[in-house]
């Protein structure tokens, strides 16, 4: 985001903390898309995405005078708030498996669909999935397991360097040089889609 961009979002994020409800408004119309796409992808349900931007908002309007510009960027205060939201949702919610079938009206079970993939497909993602575990399993070890504890187990670098016994911005480089290796790896290897690891 340009200077003049977190310059207006800090200006309305002190509006905020006086209570300026067109100001959360403006904010939301600003930021609402980004921070959205966050949670959606720490989610994956668009529903619950949905549910939880507006607790992002409704906590930055509490929090708003908490905020100072020497803590940070303006977008990267959001961003944590939704982020931790999302996060703290994923780890809060037992793993949910229906045991019944649904009903129809008449109480009676209904058939579910098969939407399995095509044989042709599996064998493709089984594939994609093995290259990169063996673009892994060559990266550094450091580098393998703070990857492996931000995005496999959705810890915050922040509790990765708690886990590693490193300093943050040790553990966030070791992340960003880990997806740089696992992409060249997996550009190496021409799987393709590996600019979006």
């Not at 944590?80 to 109480?107: W, Y």
Request: proline share 3%.
């Amino acid at each position: 985001m340009s200077e003049n961009g977190s310059e207006i979002l800090q200006a309305l994020i002190s509006r905020v903390a006086l209570g300026d409800q067109g100001a959360l408004r403006v904010l939301y119309e600003r930021t609402s898309a980004h921070l959205f796409g966050v949670i959606l992808r720490i989610s994956r349900r668009q529903d619950l995405a949905e549910e939880l931007l507006q607790e992002t908002y409704v906590s930055a309007w509490h929090n708003a005078a908490g905020y100072s510009a020497s803590q940070g960027q303006p977008m990267t205060w959001l961003i944590s708030i939704a982020r931790n939201k999302a996060l703290d949702q994923v780890r809060s919610a037992p793993a949910r498996r229906e045991t019944e079938l649904p009903r129809d009206e008449d109480g009676l079970e209904r058939d579910i669909p098969d939407d399995g993939h095509d044989p042709l497909t599996l064998l493709e993602s089984a594939g994609d999935t093995l290259a990169i575990r063996q673009c892994l399993e060559s990266a550094d070890a450091r580098h393998r397991q703070s990857l492996a504890l931000a995005y496999y187990h959705g810890l915050s670098h922040s509790e990765v360097a708690e886990r590693m016994a490193a300093p943050l911005g040790t553990v966030k480089a070791w992340v960003r040089r880990g997806l740089e290796s696992l992409k060249r790896c997996l550009e190496a290897g021409g799987l393709q889609g590996a600019d979006s690891a």
